[in-house]
């Protein structure tokens, strides 16, 4: 019987360390489970706002913002998260200080200077997908897009405005940093956005890829 001891003594360790594991997994997980669901439950089937900073970068188009410099707006949306995987988002975002020196006007040999802006508001359908507490988002949209060009030179000035609408295709991140709010970044890319301005009749392509980094309110 005293040859037994000493093994019946190692089993009893062995189970003593198989619940220590199986009790610091349950306590994780439960510490885990009350931390992470406050957290990525704060969007699923609520309500967002997140003001952003932009950074607009013309595209290259001969048609289009090609001499341009790359522009800095700012934005805010309101989303709406339906379910986990999906949401809809409404967007507005004012772009300025896309300026160009020296572009030629109309048919002209004159050369001027541009200073580009637009306000545009934009409605997404988004595929939102949650990993702990980070949510992937990617969409399409469609966008409204309210451009306008300052053109100046030879002593004179001009400006020509316009509206239309075009498409994009938005993605980016939400970054949970506490339960009621997250940091948001994202990519937008331009589709179809060509307007026609009245002025000189000219269909101008006015989209442009988009930076956007902000912060995401949870309510």
Same mark, same amino acid.
Do not use: M, Q
């Given at each position: 019987m005293e040859k037994l001891k000493p093994k019946k003594r190692r089993e009893k360790m062995k189970v003593k360390s198989i619940l220590g594991k199986i009790s610091t997994v349950l306590g994780t997980s439960l510490i885990l489970g009350m931390m992470l669901p406050s957290i990525v439950s704060a969007e699923q089937g609520s309500f967002s706002i997140a003001p952003k900073l932009i950074a607009f970068f013309p595209n290259s @188009?001969? &048609?289009g913002l090609n001499n341009y410099s790359t522009g800095v707006g700012i934005g805010? @949306?309101?989303r709406y998260n339906f379910l986990a995987f999906f949401a809809l988002a409404a967007e507005l @975002? %004012? +772009?300025?200080?896309? &300026?160009?020196?020296g572009i030629h006007y109309g048919s002209t040999s004159a050369t001027v200077n541009g &200073? %580009?802006? &637009?306000?545009?508001?934009k409605i997404d359908a988004l595929l939102t997908?949650?990993?702990? +507490? +980070?949510? +992937?988002?990617?969409?399409p949209g469609i966008v409204y897009n309210n451009p306008s060009v300052s053109i100046s030179g030879g002593?004179?000035?001009t400006t020509l405005s316009t509206s239309g609408y075009g498409w994009e295709i938005v993605g980016g991140v939400d970054i949970g940093v506490t339960e009621n709010g997250a940091i948001t970044a994202e990519i937008s890319f331009p589709i179809d956005q060509n307007v026609t301005f009245s002025g000189n009749s000219a269909t101008v392509n006015v989209g442009g890829y988009e930076l956007m980094a902000g912060y995401r309110f949870f309510f």
């Open positions: @188009d001969s &048609n805010v @949306d309101a @975002d %004012y +772009i300025g200080a896309s &300026n160009a020196t &200073n %580009y802006s &637009n306000f545009a508001v997908i949650p990993l702990g +507490i +980070i949510r +992937i988002f990617l969409g002593g004179s000035s």
